[in-house]
């Protein structure tokens, strides 16, 4: 009777959990709705997404260099990042002696908690100083927060997919080797292909983490709210416009950042819809 109670106990528990992941999601996007829709029944929100100028003080509202800028960032923190840590993934599952598996493994999961403003730090003294010597500039650019954001996404990447890799049966490994391919071979047409959901799955994580990334941003690219002119100019994402002037914002100027909240909100749930998609399209 005891067993069963205890069950029936640890059941609502999880439930309860559950529960309350899904509550916190819901008042979420509650908060966000309900604080920046009415916005747009001031501004329209073709003119809030296409607009060039960003001028709060002046009334004009345009989020589009932010937009630009955030794409433009996160896409290339994914194509400097997604390759390197998919074949360091690849590396400590396959390839690594056991001895420095022992340190490269802790070595990454340090990377991964690593508090953002430290690698802003990071990148203001080595990166921007870097940027600056090597491609010309001042160094605090689109570039170096490319650089800087893959650094960051590196660690979630690397650990998710090192799940997923080993997650594959090594029968499929085992049997391709049997088959005459080589190790190499073997991995990239056969384990690889297995582990695909869980590499996506690792990159949609790595996006997450771009996209929402601020305080390491903002201390490398720049600040600039203006459409983006090249790799080597500043530019303003859509998390660190609203944190630079939430502080003071009021009135129609507090709710233009809330409303920029909602858009964030979307972009990310439209990159997570795609990529499961892909994914459900991969798996038929």
């Known amino acids: 009777m005891s067993g069963k109670f205890r ?10 959990t559950a529960c309350a992941c899904i509550l916190a999601v819901l008042l979420i996007c509650f908060f966000l709705f309900a604080n ?28 589009l260099p932010m937009i630009l800028g955030s794409i433009y960032v996160t896409g290339g923190a994914l194509l400097l990042g997604a390759p390197l840590g998919i074949l360091t993934a690849i590396y400590l599952v396959r390839f ?22 430290v690698y802003g730090f990071f990148g203001l003294t080595a ?17 170096t ?31 391709s080797l049997a088959l005459g391919a080589t190790r190499e071979a073997s991995v ?23 996209v929402g990334e601020t305080m390491a941003v903002m201390m490398v690219a720049g600040n600039q709210a ?25 009135d129609l100027h507090r709710e233009a950042l809330i409303a920029t909240g909602v858009v964030l909100f979307v972009f990310i749930l439209l990159i997570n819809a795609l990529f499961s998609a892909l994914n459900r399209r991969q798996v038929q």
């Open 96 to 117: 690594c002696p056991a001895r420095l598996y022992r340190v490269l493994k802790p070595a990454v999961a340090l990377l991964a908690g690593i508090p953002s403003v």
């Open 188 to 210: 990239l047409r056969t384990v690889v292909p297995a582990a695909r959901s869980g590499i996506l799955a690792a990159i949609i994580l790595g996006v997450g983490r771009a």
């Open 145 to 175: 927060a490319c650089i800087l954001l893959a650094m960051m996404i590196l660690p979630t990447i690397i650990l998710q997919a090192e799940s997923a890799i080993r997650a594959v049966p090594e029968s499929y490994f085992e049997g």
């Open 36 to 63: 920046g829709l009415p916005f747009f029944g001031e501004v329209s929100l073709w003119d809030f997404l296409t607009g060039e100028k960003w001028k709060p003080g002046n009334g004009i509202f345009g989020i």
């Open 7 to 16: 069950e029936t106990a640890m059941r609502c528990v999880f439930c309860a």
């Open 226 to 250: 203006r459409m983006p002119k090249g790799l080597l100019k500043g530019i303003r994402t859509m998390t660190v416009n609203i944190v630079m002037e939430m502080g003071y914002a009021t």
């Open 127 to 143: 990166i921007v100083p870097f940027v600056k010597e090597t491609f010309g500039g001042d160094g605090n650019s689109m570039l």
